[in-house]
């Protein structure tokens, strides 16, 4: 008989941190060497580093259920420790949003801040007609079946979100005429575009670097608020008229019941993590661009990128 998730997050907390003597604990809800370790070991390194935090902290893995089994572990059984973060990004808010935690939802913790994203990119093959967003937007409102898109996440999942936001924002409502194909990872999917497959690819910027470096893509919008350095020439899709902004954001999330002025002192510690030179470098070594929302700023743009995603899902029928 399978263990619940509620069961199995008690059980792993037992034997991972019912003994912990740090003074703080990052969870990662995954195995080591993912995205969510990333943020965990980097952010917590850097806090003690630059005298955030009065001792190292530690760092739990509790990977299960896309991040759900450390979602119920908090929920559940950690609701007012004021010395837990959690790591977490957009993939965390997405599947809140798409009723992914087996019913918890995203009201059941605080999400105090990102430091740093991964940008969402629109890019084509390099001989594509396609000269600029519009461009493409124009074809699909022309005839929505002469453009398709592959990307890294199945249906429903945040590449095909991305294109959807574009496209709603651009005033075409039938998003469900969309072609979009998800493939295992950014790699098979800008094969799928540069083999002509496709004729957009939906991703991260760290996952068509090297392409775009070697001339076998152009991107036509990078999904930021302002230009990602180091690729100045890109232009983002709000400086073509469409305002989306669809980055998979590094940051985290606390327990809910943690004080206000807890709460705000995170955003705090974050903040001065987020300004340090380490982090900077952490950043340039890794991909990431700048995108920096603490406490309670964070959490509005949270809840209303959640409520935005809900809306997309149900349109797409990934939930009713």
């Not at 263990?3 to 941190?17: D, G, P, Y």
């Not at 979602?71 to 808010?93: F, G, K, M, P, Q």
């Not at 980055?247 to 705000?264: C, H, M, Q, T």
Request: with cysteine.
């Amino acid at each position: 008989m399978k263990m619940s998730i509620r069961a199995l997050a008690a059980s792993v907390a037992f034997t991972l941190v019912g003994t912990a003597s740090f003074a703080t604990e990052c969870i990662a809800p995954a195995n080591p060497g993912g995205g969510w370790d990333f943020t965990c070991r980097q952010i917590g390194k850097i806090l003690f580093d630059i005298g955030q935090v009065d001792a190292p902290v530690q760092v739990t893995n509790m990977a299960g259920g896309g991040g759900g089994l450390a979602y119920s572990h908090v929920v559940n059984e950690r609701t007012d420790d004021n010395d837990l973060i959690i790591a977490a990004s957009s993939a965390t808010t997405t599947r809140l949003a798409q009723n992914a935690f087996a019913g918890m939802t995203a009201d059941q913790v605080r999400f105090v801040g990102a430091i740093g994203a991964d940008p969402g990119v629109i890019v084509v093959a390099n001989d594509s007609p396609f000269q600029s967003l519009n461009d493409m937007v124009d074809a699909i409102k022309a005839d929505p079946g002469s453009v398709a898109f592959a990307g890294g996440s199945a249906a429903g999942g945040f590449d095909h979100l991305k294109v959807l936001q574009v496209l709603k924002e651009a005033g075409f409502d039938d998003i469900r005429k969309i072609k979009y194909i998800g493939v295992d990872g950014g790699a098979d999917a800008i094969t799928q575009t540069v083999g002509g497959f496709t004729q957009g690819m939906t991703g991260d910027m760290s996952e068509v670097v090297g392409f775009i470096k070697s001339g076998e893509v152009r991107a036509l919008a990078v999904l930021t608020e302002e230009r990602v350095p180091g690729f100045e020439d890109i232009p983002t899709a709000m400086e073509q008229g469409i305002d989306v902004v669809a980055v998979n954001w590094r940051g985290l999330y606390v327990p809910k019941d943690i004080s206000d002025a807890d709460f705000e002192a995170w955003g705090e510690k974050l903040a001065a993590v987020a300004a340090s030179d380490e982090w900077k470098a952490a950043m340039e070594a890794n991909g990431l661009a700048p995108f920096t929302k603490v406490g309670g700023d964070f959490q509005s743009w949270v809840d209303g990128v959640i409520a935005d995603t809900v809306e997309l899902s149900k349109e797409i029928g990934v939930i009713q």
